[in-house]
C-alpha cells in the first residue's frame, strides 16, 4: 500500500464567488475520498488535505485548472492514514483568522504590499551577511515553544487575532528599522502578517517561501531552525530529522516533551504541551493560569 500523503497550501486570488468555489472543492474532495480543511474567502483558498498518493495528484491537477489556482505552490509530506477526522470546506472572510479582511488586498499575482519572500538559501544568506537580522514569529505561543528559528521574537499570543494589538502596542517599535524576518508553517499567515507589519511602519520585512515546512525540507535541523513543529492534523509534531532538539518542557513538571493535546479543562480551547507520565496522572490535571484569556473566550461564547 502507498504512503497516504498530506498536503499544505495556499493562494491569494481574488475570488468573486466564494460559495460556487467552496461546492466545486466539496464535490471534489468528496469524489476523491479526501479529508482534511480547507478555506475559501474572497481573497483565496487555504487548505490542508490528506489521502493517497494519486486521488492527491488528481486534486491538484484539477484545482490547478481554475485560472486563479494555476499558480499555488503544494507542499507534500508523508501522512500516517487517516489524518484528519473529516472533510471540512468552508468559506470565511479571511483565509487566516487575523481580523484585518479589509486591509489585506490582492491581486492574480498575490497580496499587494507584503514582505519579500525568501527562499531558504537566501535566508540564510540574508542572516550571514547582517548581524541585526531579526526572525519574527508568526505562530501562537505553544507552536514557538516546540520550536523556532534561533534568537527570533515570539510574541505571546494564543491566535492571530491579538496580532493587530501586539504590533499595535509599541512594544516591537525598537524593531521598525531591522531587517524582520516573518515565519510560520507554511508560509500563509506570514502573508498577512507581513502587510500588517509594514503597513505599521515596519521598513524591511521578508517572508520566508513555503515557511518553516520548506525551511526545514532544505536544512533539517543543520540550519538556523531548532526543534519541532506543530501541524494541524493527527501527528500533531513532527520533526524534520532524528537529530532534532526537543525544546518545550511540560508545564506540569518541567520535563522537556514535544507532547501536545487539548487542554484537561473542557472549557478551554487552549494546547497545552504536557509529558505522557504527567497526561496519564490525573491527580495533576488542571489549565494553566496563562490560559485565562481562552477560558474567558468560551464562556462568553
Not at 107 to 122: A, F, M, N, R, T
Not at 233 to 256: H, M, P
Not at 286 to 293: A, F, G
Request: glycine share 8%; with cysteine.
Amino acid at each position: 500500500m502507498a504512503q497516504p500523503k498530506i498536503i499544505l497550501f495556499y493562494r491569494f486570488t481574488p475570488i468573486a464567488d466564494p460559495e460556487a468555489v467552496r461546492l466545486w472543492q466539496k464535490t471534489l474532495c468528496e469524489s476523491l475520498g479526501l479529508k482534511g480543511r480547507i478555506i475559501i474567502s474572497p481573497h483565496g483558498i487555504n487548505g490542508t488535505l490528506g489521502g493517497e498518493l494519486n486521488e492527491i495528484k488528481t486534486y491538484i491537477k484539477k484545482t490547478k485548472e481554475f485560472a486563479g489556482f494555476k499558480g499555488t505552490d503544494f507542499k507534500f509530506s508523508n501522512g500516517e492514514g487517516d489524518d484528519f477526522p473529516r472533510l471540512s470546506v468552508k468559506v470565511r472572510d479571511e483565509l487566516v483568522a487575523f481580523t484585518v479582511p479589509d486591509e489585506i488586498k490582492v491581486d492574480s499575482k498575490g497580496v499587494v504590499g507584503g514582505g519579500k519572500h525568501l527562499k531558504p538559501e537566501q535566508v540564510n544568506e540574508l542572516f550571514n551577511s547582517r548581524d541585526d537580522v531579526v526572525f519574527f514569529d508568526g505562530r501562537n505561543a505553544v507552536e514557538a515553544k516546540l520550536g523556532r528559528f534561533k534568537n527570533a521574537v515570539t510574541p505571546n499570543i494564543e491566535s492571530t487575532h491579538e496580532f493587530i494589538t501586539e504590533l499595535e502596542s509599541g512594544e516591537y517599535d525598537h524593531l521598525k528599522d531591522k531587517p524582520i524576518v516573518t515565519y510560520c508553517t507554511g508560509g500563509i499567515r506570514c502573508e498577512i502578517l507581513s502587510t500588517m507589519m509594514i503597513n505599521r511602519g515596519f521598513k524591511e520585512v521578508y517572508q520566508i517561501d513555503g515557511g518553516i515546512v520548506r525551511y526545514g525540507e532544505t536544512f533539517k535541523d543543520e540550519g538556523l531552525w531548532e526543534g519541532g513543529l506543530m501541524v494541524f492534523d493527527n501527528r500533531v509534531v513532527i520533526n524534520f530529522s532524528d537529530e532534532a532538539k526537543v525544546l518545550a518542557e511540560c508545564e506540569i513538571c518541567g520535563t522537556k516533551t514535544n507532547n501536545v493535546r487539548n487542554c484537561f479543562d473542557e472549557t478551554c480551547k487552549n494546547m497545552v504541551i504536557v509529558c505522557k507520565a504527567c497526561e496519564a496522572d490525573e491527580s495533576v490535571h488542571r489549565c494553566d493560569p496563562s490560559h485565562t484569556r481562552a477560558r474567558q473566550k468560551v464562556n462568553k461564547s
